[in-house]
Protein backbone atom coordinates (compact mmCIF):
# COMPACT_ATOMS: atom_id res chain seq x y z
CA UNK A 1 0.00 0.00 0.00
CA UNK A 2 1.36 3.55 -0.59
CA UNK A 3 2.18 5.92 2.00
CA UNK A 4 3.41 9.00 3.14
CA UNK A 5 6.68 7.66 4.11
CA UNK A 6 6.88 6.09 0.38
CA UNK A 7 7.21 10.30 -1.09
CA UNK A 8 10.89 9.93 -0.31
CA UNK A 9 11.28 7.01 -2.63
CA UNK A 10 10.18 6.65 -6.62
CA UNK A 11 7.88 4.88 -7.29
CA UNK A 12 7.73 1.28 -8.02
CA UNK A 13 6.09 0.25 -11.32
CA UNK A 14 3.48 -1.03 -9.49
CA UNK A 15 2.71 2.29 -8.11
CA UNK A 16 3.00 4.64 -10.85
CA UNK A 17 -0.13 6.30 -11.82
CA UNK A 18 -1.25 5.89 -15.15
CA UNK A 19 -1.91 9.36 -16.35
CA UNK A 20 -3.90 10.50 -19.78
CA UNK A 21 -3.28 10.73 -23.38
CA UNK A 22 -4.34 14.53 -23.56
CA UNK A 23 -1.37 17.25 -23.24
CA UNK A 24 -2.82 20.11 -20.72
CA UNK A 25 -2.90 22.83 -22.37
CA UNK A 26 -0.78 26.25 -21.46
CA UNK A 27 -1.20 30.19 -22.84
CA UNK A 28 0.35 31.20 -26.08
CA UNK A 29 2.70 33.58 -24.63
CA UNK A 30 5.11 34.22 -21.47
CA UNK A 31 3.25 36.31 -19.31
CA UNK A 32 6.23 38.48 -18.61
CA UNK A 33 8.55 37.87 -21.82
CA UNK A 34 5.74 37.69 -24.46
CA UNK A 35 7.62 34.80 -25.91
CA UNK A 36 6.03 31.67 -27.09
CA UNK A 37 5.84 28.85 -24.01
CA UNK A 38 5.97 26.27 -26.86
CA UNK A 39 8.01 25.64 -29.70
CA UNK A 40 8.84 26.50 -32.17
CA UNK A 41 11.80 29.29 -30.88
CA UNK A 42 13.87 31.54 -32.81
CA UNK A 43 16.44 30.09 -34.63
CA UNK A 44 19.77 29.42 -32.44
CA UNK A 45 18.09 29.21 -29.42
CA UNK A 46 18.63 26.08 -27.20
CA UNK A 47 16.85 24.50 -24.20
CA UNK A 48 17.69 23.27 -20.90
CA UNK A 49 15.46 22.04 -17.61
CA UNK A 50 16.78 22.30 -14.30
CA UNK A 51 14.71 20.97 -11.32
CA UNK A 52 15.08 23.08 -7.74
CA UNK A 53 12.56 22.62 -5.35
CA UNK A 54 9.10 24.75 -6.10
CA UNK A 55 9.65 25.57 -9.78
CA UNK A 56 7.53 28.93 -8.92
CA UNK A 57 10.81 30.43 -7.38
CA UNK A 58 12.96 28.55 -9.79
CA UNK A 59 11.00 29.97 -13.02
CA UNK A 60 11.32 33.42 -11.64
CA UNK A 61 14.67 33.70 -11.36
CA UNK A 62 15.42 32.39 -14.84
CA UNK A 63 13.19 34.37 -16.46
CA UNK A 64 14.73 37.73 -14.98
CA UNK A 65 17.99 36.68 -16.41
CA UNK A 66 19.25 38.68 -19.83
CA UNK A 67 19.77 36.07 -22.59
CA UNK A 68 16.73 33.89 -21.51
CA UNK A 69 13.75 34.11 -24.20
CA UNK A 70 11.45 32.40 -22.18
CA UNK A 71 10.16 29.86 -19.43
CA UNK A 72 7.80 27.33 -18.81
CA UNK A 73 6.91 24.73 -15.98
CA UNK A 74 6.13 21.74 -15.76
CA UNK A 75 7.00 17.67 -14.22
CA UNK A 76 9.65 15.64 -15.57
CA UNK A 77 11.92 12.92 -14.85
CA UNK A 78 9.17 10.60 -14.09
CA UNK A 79 6.77 7.82 -15.82
CA UNK A 80 3.41 9.03 -15.48
CA UNK A 81 2.50 10.70 -18.60
CA UNK A 82 0.75 14.37 -18.22
CA UNK A 83 0.67 14.03 -14.65
CA UNK A 84 -1.66 16.57 -12.63
CA UNK A 85 0.28 18.76 -10.07
CA UNK A 86 -2.30 16.64 -7.15
CA UNK A 87 -0.79 13.54 -8.75
CA UNK A 88 3.01 14.75 -8.60
CA UNK A 89 2.53 16.15 -5.44
CA UNK A 90 1.48 12.53 -5.07
CA UNK A 91 4.66 10.77 -5.35
CA UNK A 92 3.39 8.32 -7.74
CA UNK A 93 4.85 9.80 -10.92
CA UNK A 94 8.57 9.92 -10.56
CA UNK A 95 9.12 13.69 -11.74
CA UNK A 96 10.57 16.17 -10.28
CA UNK A 97 8.85 19.70 -10.49
CA UNK A 98 11.26 21.35 -13.81
CA UNK A 99 11.66 24.43 -15.11
CA UNK A 100 12.04 24.68 -19.03
CA UNK A 101 14.79 27.47 -19.98
CA UNK A 102 14.64 28.59 -23.65
CA UNK A 103 18.02 30.82 -23.89
CA UNK A 104 20.05 32.22 -26.77
CA UNK A 105 23.54 31.21 -25.68
CA UNK A 106 25.06 34.04 -27.63
CA UNK A 107 23.89 36.01 -24.79
CA UNK A 108 23.79 33.89 -21.70
CA UNK A 109 25.63 30.33 -22.20
CA UNK A 110 24.76 27.05 -20.58
CA UNK A 111 27.63 27.31 -17.91
CA UNK A 112 26.09 30.68 -16.98
CA UNK A 113 22.46 29.26 -16.28
CA UNK A 114 24.49 25.97 -14.60
CA UNK A 115 26.06 28.65 -12.05
CA UNK A 116 22.96 30.36 -11.22
CA UNK A 117 21.20 26.26 -10.77
CA UNK A 118 23.82 25.22 -8.69
CA UNK A 119 23.72 28.98 -6.45
CA UNK A 120 19.92 29.42 -6.22
CA UNK A 121 19.28 25.98 -4.19
CA UNK A 122 20.95 23.57 -2.16
CA UNK A 123 21.70 20.33 -4.50
CA UNK A 124 22.46 18.33 -1.31
CA UNK A 125 19.15 17.69 0.28
CA UNK A 126 17.88 14.59 -1.31
CA UNK A 127 14.35 14.39 -1.47
CA UNK A 128 13.51 17.65 -0.68
CA UNK A 129 14.56 21.69 -0.70
CA UNK A 130 14.02 23.46 2.58
CA UNK A 131 10.69 22.63 4.04
CA UNK A 132 9.29 21.11 0.94
CA UNK A 133 9.63 17.18 1.35
CA UNK A 134 8.94 14.69 -1.38
CA UNK A 135 10.10 13.12 -4.64
CA UNK A 136 8.71 16.19 -6.60
CA UNK A 137 11.31 18.28 -5.06
CA UNK A 138 14.20 16.83 -5.99
CA UNK A 139 17.49 18.52 -7.61
CA UNK A 140 17.76 17.88 -11.46
CA UNK A 141 19.44 19.49 -14.52
CA UNK A 142 18.35 17.47 -17.63
CA UNK A 143 20.29 17.99 -21.02
CA UNK A 144 18.93 18.75 -24.35
CA UNK A 145 22.91 17.52 -26.03
CA UNK A 146 25.84 15.37 -25.28
CA UNK A 147 27.56 19.26 -24.91
CA UNK A 148 25.01 20.06 -22.22
CA UNK A 149 25.36 16.71 -20.38
CA UNK A 150 29.16 16.73 -20.18
CA UNK A 151 29.40 20.39 -19.23
CA UNK A 152 26.49 19.57 -16.32
CA UNK A 153 28.40 16.71 -15.24
CA UNK A 154 31.67 18.29 -14.99
CA UNK A 155 30.08 21.65 -12.59
CA UNK A 156 28.46 19.58 -10.46
CA UNK A 157 32.03 17.33 -9.70
CA UNK A 158 33.84 21.22 -9.71
CA UNK A 159 30.29 22.31 -7.08
CA UNK A 160 30.42 19.37 -5.22
CA UNK A 161 34.01 19.86 -4.21
CA UNK A 162 33.66 23.70 -3.67
CA UNK A 163 30.42 22.36 -1.22
CA UNK A 164 32.69 20.26 0.65
CA UNK A 165 35.43 22.41 1.52
CA UNK A 166 32.41 24.64 2.74
CA UNK A 167 31.68 21.91 5.21
CA UNK A 168 28.27 20.61 3.09
CA UNK A 169 27.18 17.36 2.28
CA UNK A 170 27.69 15.48 -0.86
CA UNK A 171 25.50 16.38 -4.04
CA UNK A 172 22.12 14.85 -4.93
CA UNK A 173 21.29 16.13 -7.92
CA UNK A 174 19.63 14.09 -10.65
CA UNK A 175 21.70 14.84 -14.10
CA UNK A 176 19.93 12.79 -17.37
CA UNK A 177 19.14 13.57 -20.62
CA UNK A 178 16.03 15.10 -20.89
CA UNK A 179 13.52 13.00 -21.15
CA UNK A 180 9.32 14.21 -22.09
CA UNK A 181 8.97 17.25 -20.59
CA UNK A 182 5.21 17.91 -19.37
CA UNK A 183 3.60 21.00 -18.96
CA UNK A 184 2.07 22.41 -15.80
CA UNK A 185 -1.42 23.52 -15.72
CA UNK A 186 -1.95 27.17 -16.66
CA UNK A 187 -2.06 28.85 -13.00
CA UNK A 188 1.33 27.77 -12.13
CA UNK A 189 3.27 29.21 -15.31
CA UNK A 190 4.52 32.63 -14.37
CA UNK A 191 2.77 32.13 -10.70
CA UNK A 192 4.95 34.49 -9.20
CA UNK A 193 4.08 37.19 -11.58
CA UNK A 194 0.51 36.78 -11.35
CA UNK A 195 0.77 36.68 -7.27
CA UNK A 196 3.98 38.93 -6.45
CA UNK A 197 3.32 37.94 -2.53
CA UNK A 198 3.02 33.68 -2.97
CA UNK A 199 5.46 31.01 -1.63
CA UNK A 200 8.96 31.07 -2.69
CA UNK A 201 10.98 28.79 -0.60
CA UNK A 202 13.87 29.00 -3.05
CA UNK A 203 17.16 29.64 -1.02
CA UNK A 204 21.24 28.82 -1.97
CA UNK A 205 23.76 27.42 0.32
CA UNK A 206 25.41 30.71 0.11
CA UNK A 207 29.01 29.07 -1.57
CA UNK A 208 29.84 29.92 -5.25
CA UNK A 209 30.15 27.87 -7.86
CA UNK A 210 33.45 28.38 -9.75
CA UNK A 211 31.75 27.57 -13.36
CA UNK A 212 30.01 30.43 -15.95
CA UNK A 213 30.50 34.56 -15.08
CA UNK A 214 28.11 36.44 -14.06
CA UNK A 215 24.99 37.02 -15.47
CA UNK A 216 23.08 39.91 -15.87
CA UNK A 217 19.07 40.12 -14.85
CA UNK A 218 16.75 42.07 -16.10
CA UNK A 219 15.53 44.63 -14.18
Avoid at 47 to 61: L, Q, S
Wanted: with cysteine.
Amino acid sequence: MWSARKKLDLPSAADVLPGRPARIAVPAKHAVLDAPLDPPYPAGAEVAYFGMGCFWGAERIFWRLDGVISTSVGYQGGSTPNPTYEEVCSGRTGHTEAVRVVFDPKKVSYADLLRVFWESHDPTQGMGQGNDIGTQYRSAAYTTSDEQLTAAKASREVYGEALKKAGRGAVTTEILAAGEFYPAEEYHQQYLHKVPNGYCGIGGTGVSCPVGAGVTARS
